[in-house]
């Protein structure tokens, strides 16, 4: 039996994606990135952020292409291009401004992160994928036969 979720319409999804997308630009780019090191088991912070943002973007990615006809995964590859590409260019961006530097380190690593949009993105056809009203309606249940 597929697992339900709700279905977005397509401009919240892509507005999602935006949204994310955004933040990503902002705190890669506009603000400066801290400067104490801290360790998160494996990885130092600054490893394990470019992962989860980049995860989240491919994610948000994969979920505004549900629709999208082709096989799972041309589109599973298509959503982690569109979100390492992204990445790429943030890197590419980065190189350009004053006191920052470009770093193919962390394209990589925005890259794997983007990887971690592979699972949503190739389950898609595993989902029952349904309007908000009638997820509404089956949270809620038969309505109730009581006379």
């Given at each position: 039996m597929p697992l339900p979720m709700p279905l977005l319409p397509a401009w919240t999804r892509w507005a999602g994606v935006a949204l994310v997308a955004a933040t990503i630009f902002v705190f890669s780019v506009l603000r400066a990135p801290p400067?104490?090191?801290?360790?998160?088991?494996?990885l130092r912070l600054d490893q394990w952020?470019?992962?989860?943002?980049?995860?989240?973007?491919?994610?948000?990615v994969a979920y505004a292409t549900v629709d999208w006809r082709g096989g799972t995964w041309s589109v599973a590859v298509a959503v982690v291009l569109v979100a390492a590409l992204y990445g790429v260019g943030i890197e590419l961006l980065q190189g350009l401004l004053p006191g920052r530097y470009l770093s193919v380190g962390d394209m990589l690593a925005n890259a794997v992160g983007a990887l971690g949009a592979t699972p949503m993105a190739l389950a898609r056809h595993r989902i029952e994928w349904l309007s908000l009203e009638r997820c509404v309606r089956r949270l809620r249940g038969p309505p109730d036969t009581e006379p």
């Open positions: 400067e104490p090191v801290v360790t998160v088991g494996p952020r470019p992962l989860l943002a980049y995860a989240g973007l491919g994610t948000a």
